[in-house]
């Protein structure tokens, strides 16, 4: 569904290559889109981890954005083996029968086979960042607790004391004292589904956490809801989305540079 007020970004390929491509992961082949630039050379690897719905159009034109920047972006689709989110008419649907069965040692192991395939195919692995939306927030937090190659990462209005079933038990504000990449998490003062409570929670708890996670930050929108940069929802907050973009950028650019 587009917004009200503005129609979704689309942006062009101009320059850049994207493909689909299938990543050994566990034994099974996880698709993931791949955007990055046109040019030969090594390019920074950011990982894209998908909303709850997968990686539509909204996440493979984030990729793009990245490509169009100098990074060679990767979505993995992370319900691989759960089944299919266009499948689910709506989000209690799509939460009991995908989101609830997968455990997060998956989508860590899904994520660490992305970087291995990147550093395959034109990325440079010493510059690794991660960045993802709503069920991919809080899975950005946790693998920056995960995966030492990172050098930063953006969380983008993820979950931070919960997660969404019996299978996810260890939450962002759990693990701040293994943080190793300091992360710069993006909220709306709005969103129902993350109180305020929480995001104050997380922030006292990243001062007393590790090096990386106090050196971590969180930004909140005051008149931002939940998903406020999904520019094809009717939550797009047009100037909380661009000023949070760009705070994504320099934020990735000053703990790794893209050129």
Avoid at 143 to 162: D, N
Avoid at 185 to 204: C, E, F, H, Q, T
């Amino acid at each position: 569904m587009a917004n009200k007020e503005n129609l979704p970004i689309h942006t062009p390929e101009d320059g850049i290559k994207t493909l689909w491509v299938e990543v050994a992961a566990g034994g099974v082949d996880v698709p993931a889109y791949v955007a990055m630039p046109q040019k030969a050379g090594r390019f920074p690897v950011v990982l894209v981890i998908q909303e709850i719905f997968g990686v539509h159009e909204h996440i493979q034109d984030i990729c793009r954005r990245f490509a169009h920047e100098g990074y060679l972006a990767i979505a993995p689709e992370l319900y691989q083996r759960q089944g299919k989110p266009q499948d689910y008419a709506d989000v209690p649907s799509l939460i009991a029968g995908i989101v609830s069965k997968v455990p997060d040692e998956q989508v860590m192991a899904d994520l660490d086979a992305c970087l291995v395939w990147a550093g395959q195919h034109s990325g440079d692995l010493m510059r690794v960042f991660a960045t993802g939306y709503c069920w991919g927030g809080r899975i950005t937090w946790l693998y920056a607790a995960h995966q030492p190659m990172l050098r930063a990462a953006v969380a983008w209005y993820g979950r931070l004391t919960t997660g969404h079933g019996p299978l996810q038990v260890t939450n962002p504000i759990d693990v701040v004292d293994q943080i190793d990449a300091p992360v710069l998490g993006l909220y709306g003062a709005l969103d129902a589904g993350i109180p305020l409570a929480d995001v104050d929670s997380m922030r006292s708890a990243l001062h007393a956490g590790s090096t990386k996670a106090k050196a971590s930050e969180i930004v909140v929108y005051e008149n931002a809801d939940h998903g406020f940069f999904a520019d094809y929802r009717p939550m797009y907050n047009q100037k909380a989305a661009k000023d949070a973009w760009q705070r994504c950028l320099a934020w990735m650019q000053s703990h790794g540079p893209a050129t």
